[in-house]
Nanobody
Framework: EVQLVESGGGLVQAGGSLRLSCAAS????????IGWFRQAPGKEREGVAC????????YYSDSVKGRFTISRDNAKNTVYLRMNSLKPEDAATYYC??????????????????WGRGTQVTVSS
């Protein structure tokens, strides 16, 4: 059974940091790009970061570039999203997604791949 389990969300003050984790199982982790989408109530879903398989190239949306860092540990089948300098507008449910091609992260209304159930991030001002 394929599973992606996110953790690390919570409440943080603006300017603070969180590290999200995505633990994967049930598929060949090394062969998949892993990314993070986020969605806040009333807002469009946004692909914020992605890391490819193999060469571990990374992508960041303009809204998080310079503040978020994505990394992966293939030995642990886990991807991390370090979020620094958090802003109230970063508050959302963050979803971990796996797909063989990293280009999925910029596909509008993407519905493929494997998805986690999400972890909530709340940022107080």
């Amino acid at each position: 059974e394929v599973q992606l389990v996110e953790s690390g969300g919570g409440l943080v003050q603006a300017g603070g940091s969180l590290r999200l984790s995505c633990a994967a199982s049930g598929f060949t982790f090394d062969d998949y790009a892993i990314g993070w989408f986020r969605q806040a109530p009333g807002k469009e879903r946004e692909g914020v970061a992605c890391i490819s398989s193999g060469d571990s190239n990374t992508y960041y949306s303009d809204s998080v570039k310079g503040r978020f860092t994505i990394s992966r540990d293939n030995a642990k089948n886990t991807v991390y999203l370090r979020m620094n300098s958090l802003k109230p507008e970063d508050a959302a449910t963050y979803y971990c997604v796996a797909d063989p091609s990293p280009s999925f992260i910029v596909v509008k209304d993407y519905r493929g791949g494997y998805w986690g159930r999400g972890t909530q991030v709340t940022v107080s001002s």
